[in-house]
């Protein structure tokens, strides 16, 4: 089988182009070349950038493939541009949408794919979700042969996942629990949530490389184990080695009080639980089992991070908003009980 995957050197994708290569794909890699350190062995790669159009073009003149992942589309305009570029030229497109674009909040608390998706709080997800909607539109319209997977929060080596957190320096997270530094839990911490760890996503993934039967459907990949946030920190501080410190706090006040668009991704997915219905995902992908444990993913996580020291780096902004919320949150509960 001949894939193509736009990316493939990303955190979830990285796995999965792993995973195929080790399988006998004969995966193509399209890229800028800028993360050569994560390319398989085994994976050629053809550089260039898919955002330029006729460059694109060119760099893949010649090439058919039974299989088109595009791991960097992230808006209508991002997957018109491969609809143009690869119709009659592969035998499944496959879109990586989001779990982020369910329902919020939800009205059954189980997801399947059947979950309407609408979400008014984030735009990333509604971009997603208008991605989809064009892709099936077309698919109706001409054949084109769209398949839909939806990710939701998957981790892997380069990540310490957590809610309130920073994604550019994720090692912040770690340090602030090993010097006794509070950390933000949104609510109570009693909302589930799941984690998937890369190398189990990447198992349900290749099992639908060219299976005739998601062509026209959309089909999520997560862990069945979900979670508290509460259990999350826990195993996030034992990794660690301390126990986190945590102050709790409503979503809105989390808001309301660090800079705009901090919150868009709490407030539009992780402050909803979200336990996902795998049943379709494993009617497609017989052995599709996830067998990384959270509590044993993030020990993995700060190990790899250990034996990395120059990607330990600190993000002292993300620190002094952090120490800015609680100390307001601390000052307002004050306030609240002297007049209650």
Request: one cysteine or more; glycine letters at 8%.
């Given at each position: 089988?001949?894939?193509?995957?736009?990316?493939?050197?990303?955190?979830i994708?990285?796995?999965?182009?792993?995973?195929?290569?080790?399988?006998?794909?004969?995966?193509?890699?399209?890229?800028?070349?800028?993360?050569s350190?994560?390319?398989?062995?085994?994976?050629?790669?053809?550089?260039?950038?898919?955002?330029?159009?006729?460059?694109?073009?060119?760099?893949?003149?010649?090439?058919?493939?039974?299989?088109?992942?595009?791991?960097?589309?992230?808006?209508p305009?991002?997957?018109?541009?491969?609809?143009?570029?690869?119709?009659?030229?592969?035998?499944?497109?496959?879109?990586?949408?989001s779990?982020?674009?369910?329902?919020?909040?939800?009205?059954?608390?189980?997801?399947?794919?059947?979950?309407?998706?609408?979400?008014?709080?984030?735009?990333?997800?509604?971009?997603?979700?208008?991605?989809?909607?064009l892709?099936?539109?077309?698919?109706?319209?001409?054949?084109?042969p769209?398949?839909?997977?939806?990710?939701?929060?998957?981790?892997?080596?380069?990540?310490?996942?957590?809610?309130?957190?920073?994604?550019?320096?994720?090692?912040?997270?770690?340090?602030?629990?090993?010097?006794?530094?509070?950390?933000?839990?949104?609510?109570?911490?009693?909302?589930?949530?799941?984690?998937?760890?890369?190398?189990?996503?990447?198992?349900?993934?290749?099992?639908?490389?060219?299976?005739?039967?998601?062509?026209?459907?959309?089909?999520?990949?997560?862990?069945?184990?979900?979670?508290?946030?509460?259990q999350i920190?826990?195993?996030?501080?034992?990794?660690?080695?301390?126990?986190?410190?945590?102050?709790?706090?409503?979503?809105?006040?989390?808001?309301?009080?660090?800079?705009?668009?901090?919150a868009?991704g709490?407030i539009?997915?992780?402050?909803?639980s979200?336990?996902?219905?795998?049943?379709?995902?494993?009617?497609?992908v017989?052995?599709y089992?996830?067998?990384?444990?959270?509590?044993?993913g993030?020990?993995?996580?700060?190990?790899?991070?250990?034996?990395?020291?120059?990607?330990?780096?600190?993000?002292?902004?993300?620190?002094?908003?952090?120490?800015?919320?609680?100390?307001?949150?601390?000052?307002?509960?004050?306030?609240?009980?002297?007049?209650?």
């Amino acid at each position: 089988m001949k894939v193509l995957f736009i990316g493939g050197t990303g955190l979830i994708s990285e796995a999965v182009s792993k995973l195929a290569v080790r399988r006998g794909i004969e995966l193509y890699l399209f890229n800028r070349g800028e993360r050569s350190e994560h390319v398989p062995h085994g994976a050629q790669v053809i550089q260039g950038d898919i955002r330029d159009s006729a460059g694109a073009a060119e760099a893949l003149k010649g090439h058919e493939f039974d299989v088109v992942v595009d791991w960097i589309a992230f808006t209508p305009q991002h997957v018109q541009l491969d609809i143009e570029l690869f119709a009659g030229k592969t035998k499944q497109y496959i879109f990586i949408s989001s779990a982020s674009a369910y329902q919020k909040p939800l009205k059954h608390y189980r997801i399947t794919e059947e979950t309407p998706l609408a979400n008014p709080y984030w735009q990333y997800s509604r971009d997603k979700i208008a991605c989809e909607q064009l892709l099936l539109e077309v698919h109706r319209n001409s054949g084109f042969p769209v398949t839909i997977v939806r990710p939701s929060h998957t981790y892997g080596n380069t990540a310490i996942p957590a809610a309130l957190t920073s994604w550019q320096h994720p090692w912040s997270l770690i340090e602030r629990i090993r010097k006794g530094q509070p950390l933000v839990i949104h609510g109570d911490g009693t909302s589930l949530w799941t984690l998937t760890h890369n190398t189990d996503f990447a198992k349900g993934f290749v099992g639908l490389l060219g299976h005739p039967d998601t062509i026209g459907e959309a089909v999520h990949i997560t862990s069945d184990e979900s979670l508290s946030w509460n259990q999350i920190y826990a195993a996030i501080g034992e990794a660690a080695g301390r126990e986190p410190k945590v102050v709790h706090m409503s979503t809105d006040f989390i808001a309301a009080h660090t800079p705009a668009g901090t919150a868009d991704g709490l407030i539009g997915d992780q402050a909803v639980s979200a336990v996902f219905d795998n049943s379709k995902l494993k009617r497609l992908v017989p052995d599709y089992e996830a067998v990384v444990p959270f509590a044993e993913g993030i020990k993995q996580s700060v190990l790899w991070f250990e034996n990395h020291p120059q990607l330990r780096t600190a993000d002292p902004a993300w620190s002094a908003m952090l120490d800015a919320l609680i100390s307001k949150h601390g000052v307002d509960a004050k306030l609240l009980s002297y007049y209650v």
